[in-house]
């Protein structure tokens, strides 16, 4: 059967529990006993502290006296029962704590030794002496909790697990369970540091099982115990006196010093801390018998204990009765902090009235000034100040001016206000006192409205913003989420980002604030921004006759007029570039200029009234010390919006250059910027600097990618864009002599010789609008890049596309029909260290493989190809962009070329982007193929010969060079 019992016995509900104690509580027993005569259960094997060692009768069958009830009447009887010592019933007690098909009795007492083994592993333990002055550990102190816990227990538990009699009690009567389970708890604590290696390792006192006669050690144990589990301990009821801010003070008569309030000492008993009661009634005699007869010496001692961690309590032994102890406001400061951690280290609690509020704050608040302006003007006129300063509040309600200046006076650490004692912080009155900040200008009182941050006295604070200025953030921070109409005049449907952006554009041109639109390339910035116009130009009549400025590359111009054009007909378009350029009689619509012009004619410019300046491709102004970004400065305008695909590409002050013109003076300096947010961004040493940045700049700067979840569904599949880009000074020249020699040629000829004529002024002339170098037969770029774009307007677009596809990390595609120009464009972009690679006829067959794989690896991300090698037959898939540097005139030659990307496997939308000569031969092909493309099918489905069969008539007017107008 002892082998069987190896696992955890389990006590079936037929046995009951009891404990026994014994005078040595480690020599405690349990007993099994069945109250209904059922067998018992054979016991487990003696452990290694077991009944075995101990000489007792272990688990062997015996008799005991168990108390029953008769009617009313206890009655004692003889019953068998299973005796186990307590270090062999813990594992069966503890088993059965949770076994519903357990006893009650065994139960509970599984709970009284789960709690036990709890409160010796918390390292509960004291020495002590028994009666009889042997060694005894007791598990202490407990404190309330388990206390209560201990008292549920006892009141759980059945008449069967206490049913021992009383020694020498008449009549027969059964123990207190509560009495009886503490000094069960007390016996587990006594078992279990006794193992037989402990003798050895500490010494016979306290580790052997066998009692050892101390009585030498009572007065030591007594010591110990104090202010442990015997005697009493004390804790402070803060009294304060009852008034306001605005009431009289209190006076203490003696000192001649105001009363700060007073600390009433309380007596709780360590055998019970749930009984607590004030000195006073104790000396009177009211502690009863929680207390015992040593009550005031033991009150005494902890109030001596307690003096040694605060001094200010010896003065209560001065006292006959020590109950209360006046205080000082520096002693109730004291109490509101350090002294209090240190008092409750020392077992000393400190209570405060239940309504004290600690929730006295202090928080920089911006407001508009008194005075200053506040009506519908733009915000950052110089008349709109902010009063900057402190504003104290208790539970989030703010004191009134009156208030803060009642509590400078008071000098008080607690004072009653609002029906409630409030803690006063010195350095909240210190704010109070000096609440006033300064004044701030509209940028900065924004950015901290914005930021929810200040620095004050170098360091950071919180801050919020009041009134307008919390309205103005509360809308900044809704963004677009108020709907604009789209515009009737616009002759396109807008998405909805695009409707989005278009109310983003609105809120922020509305507040004159000004913002970044930085979308990825092909989201529509364009076709916003001519939505933007016509909305303002139809809801504003201060800016119907204002005209919008557009400051872009020279290589964009044409696409503007065209997008206009095509989107708001009728809206007058000017270009503001070239030789003759002026601004007489300009009455509202677009002018379009470049930055070169804009450069060097600021002052002429700055003299016009605009509605909004327009700064496409803003990055020409990421360099805020620039002859271009200081001439742009110089010409106002009620709005300014900045449209770019990369905000940032190189550090942060870019990001500072384009907002500081957007909307002047919102970041501060370059220099503080660079201080306050910028170098703590880059460096990564303040965690928090990237969230302070972007609280500011987020609702100044609307940043949408291709690849967002709710813009990807919206975009078609391909996207095609004619690009017409004006011809240099130098193309023009090469352009119209190659026409005016070659068609005087032209005329004096006929048959195949005319045929011939026509086809090398049509190559010269594509040649020409690709780059004079490809035309001139030069061997390759003889000046820097720089120079190199400045000589043709296709390469300088091509720049701009390939800076903007780069930085959104997108891969392209540029073809040609040119295998000159093909390697051309690949010297450039060696040059400027632009990794790329080169396709053509003559490339073998096992390195076109290997080319392809590095591509749609990303390893490369630019693919230069010629047109008649690289129009079939390849997937590259990779690209989101395909370029036509030229125009094949055969549409269908085209249409395959894009389809090495635009095909199946490709799981993003496909940008295409075709470069036309503006006012060349190129465009009225253009013209032709997307006005009437069945009739170009026709017409130029065998590519350029069809063009051969023209008159001399319509030849000239298809090659001759126009100037846009």
């Known amino acids: 059967m002892g082998a069987a019992l190896t696992a955890p016995l389990r006590l079936s509900r037929h046995i009951a529990a009891l404990y026994l104690p014994a005078p040595l509580p480690r020599e405690a027993r349990i007993a099994l006993w069945a109250p209904d005569g059922t067998d018992l259960p054979e016991p487990p094997a003696p452990g290694p502290a077991g009944s075995g060692e101990t000489g007792g009768t272990g688990g062997a069958l015996d008799e005991i006296t168990v108390v029953r009830l008769h009617g009313s009447v206890p009655r004692s009887r003889t019953v068998p029962a299973r005796l186990l010592a307590l270090a062999d019933a813990l594992p069966l007690l503890v088993a059965a704590r949770h076994d519903p098909a ?125 202010g442990a589990d015997a005697g009493v301990r004390v804790s402070l009821r803060l009294d304060l006196p009852v008034h306001s801010l605005f009431d009289p003070r209190d006076e203490d008569t003696e000192a001649g010093a105001r009363r700060a309030g007073a600390a009433v000492v309380q007596v709780h008993s360590l055998a019970d801390p749930t009984h607590l009661v004030d000195v006073a009634d104790l000396w009177d005699g009211g502690g009863g018998d929680h207390f015992g007869p040593r009550a005031r010496i033991d009150t005494v001692l902890a109030l001596r204990r307690a003096a040694r961690v605060w001094p200010p309590l010896a003065r209560l032994l001065e006292q006959p009765v020590p109950d209360v102890l006046p205080l000082s ?26 309504e004290l509020a600690r929730t006295l704050t202090a928080t920089a608040v911006v407001r508009p000034a008194p005075g200053s302006a506040t009506d519908g003007t733009p915000f950052f006129e110089a008349d709109h100040l902010f009063a900057f300063s402190w504003q104290l509040a208790v539970g989030g309600e703010e004191l009134t001016e009156a208030e803060m200046d009642a509590l400078v006076e008071e000098h008080r650490p607690v004072v009653r206000l609002r029906d409630q004692w409030v803690v006063v912080d010195p350095a909240l009155v210190r704010k109070a006192r000096k609440r006033q900040l300064g004044l701030l200008d509209p940028a900065d009182a924004l950015g901290v409205a914005l930021t929810g941050t200040a620095e004050i006295d170098g360091e950071q604070v919180e801050a919020v913003p009041a009134g307008a200025l919390a309205a103005l953030r509360d809308r900044l921070a809704r963004g677009g989420a108020d709907t604009v109409p789209q515009p009737p005049e616009l002759h396109a449907t807008l998405r909805d980002y695009q409707l989005r952006g278009l109310a983003w554009l609105d809120l922020m041109t509305s507040l004159g604030l000004g913002g970044c639109l930085a979308d990825d390339m092909g989201l529509g910035k364009t076709i916003t921004v001519i939505a933007l116009h016509l909305h303002r130009t139809g809801t504003a009549s201060r800016a119907r006759s204002a005209p919008t400025l557009v400051v872009c590359p020279a290589s964009l111009l044409g696409n503007w007029q065209r997008e206009i054009e095509r989107f708001a007909p009728g809206v007058a378009v000017r270009r503001f570039h070239g030789t003759g350029r002026n601004l007489a009689g300009l009455d509202g619509g677009f002018v379009l200029t470049t930055y070169g012009t804009m450069r060097t004619s600021a002052p002429e410019l700055a003299t016009h009234t605009w509605g909004m300046i327009v700064a496409d491709e803003a990055q020409h102004l990421k360099n805020p010390r620039s002859t271009t970004a200081k001439a742009l400065r110089t010409i106002p305008a009620p709005a300014r919006i900045a449209l770019t695909g990369t905000p940032v590409e190189n550090n942060l002050s870019e990001l500072w250059a384009l907002l500081d013109w957007t909307t002047p003076g919102l970041l501060g300096p370059l220099t503080t910027f660079r201080a306050r947010h910028a170098r703590a961004v880059e460096s990564g040493e303040d965690p928090e600097a990237v969230e302070r940045l972007s609280r500011l700049v987020r609702p100044f700067l609307l940043r949408r990618k291709k690849s967002d979840p709710g813009i990807a569904p919206e975009l078609p599949p391909k996207t095609e864009t004619d690009h017409p880009v004006p011809l240099t000074r130098e193309q023009a020249a090469l352009y119209q002599a190659a026409v005016n020699e070659t068609m005087a040629a032209i ?42 774009t400045a000589r043709s307007g296709k390469l300088a677009l091509l720049d ?75 997937n590259l898939t990779r690209a989101a962009h395909v370029v036509h540097f030229d125009r094949w005139w055969n549409p269908a030659v085209e249409e395959q070329a894009t389809d090495r990307a635009y095909r199946i496997g490709q799981t993003q939308p496909v940008q295409v982007h075709r470069l036309i000569a503006e006012g060349t031969v190129e465009d009225r092909i253009a013209e032709l193929l997307a006005a009437k493309r069945s009739l170009a099918d026709a017409i130029l489905g065998t590519g350029e010969a069809a063009l051969t069969e023209l008159s001399d008539r319509e030849l000239a007017d298809l090659v001759s060079l126009r100037r846009p107008s």
């Not at 002693?331 to 400190?350: I, K, M, N, Q, T």
Request: hydrophobic residues 45%; contains cysteine.
């Open 329 to 354: 406001d520096d002693e109730l400061y004291d109490l509101l902090g350090p002294a209090a951690h240190r008092l409750e280290a020392a077992g000393v609690s400190v209570h405060w009235p239940r």
């Open 102 to 226: 357990a006893h009650p009795a065994a139960r509970c007492w599984g709970a009284a030794a789960q709690h036990a083994l709890h409160l010796v592993a918390r390292g509960l333990l004291l020495p002590g002496l028994t009666a009889t002055g042997h060694d005894a550990w007791r598990a202490g102190p407990p404190d309330a909790a388990d206390i209560a816990h201990l008292r549920a227990i006892a009141a759980a538990m059945p008449p069967e697990g206490y049913a021992v009699p009383v020694p020498d009690r008449k009549p027969l009567h059964v123990p207190n369970p509560v009495h009886l389970v503490r000094s069960f708890v007390d016996a587990v604590a006594d078992t279990l540091p006794r193992t037989p290696a402990a003798a050895y390792a500490f010494g016979a006192p306290f580790a052997a099982r066998a009692a050892q006669h101390l009585p030498e050690l009572r007065e030591w144990a007594a010591e110990v115990a104090a």
């Open 800 to 874: 701009e596309l390939l800076d903007t596809i780069l930085a959104e990390e997108d891969s392209v595609l540029i073809f040609t029909q040119y295998v000159s120009m093909a390697r051309l464009l690949s010297q450039h972009l060696t040059a400027r260290a632009i990794p790329s690679q080169l396709l053509h006829g003559g490339t073998p067959v096992a390195q076109r493989e290997e080319m392809v794989d590095r591509f749609q690896s990303g390893e490369v991300p630019v693919f230069l190809l010629s047109l008649k090698a690289a129009g079939t037959g390849l």
């Open 747 to 788: 005329e004096a000829s006929e048959g195949i010789a005319r045929r011939g004529l026509i086809m090398k002024l049509l190559t010269s002339l594509k040649q020409i609008c690709n780059h004079p170098a490809q035309y001139l037969k030069e061997g390759g770029p003889k000046q820097g890049p720089a120079r190199l």
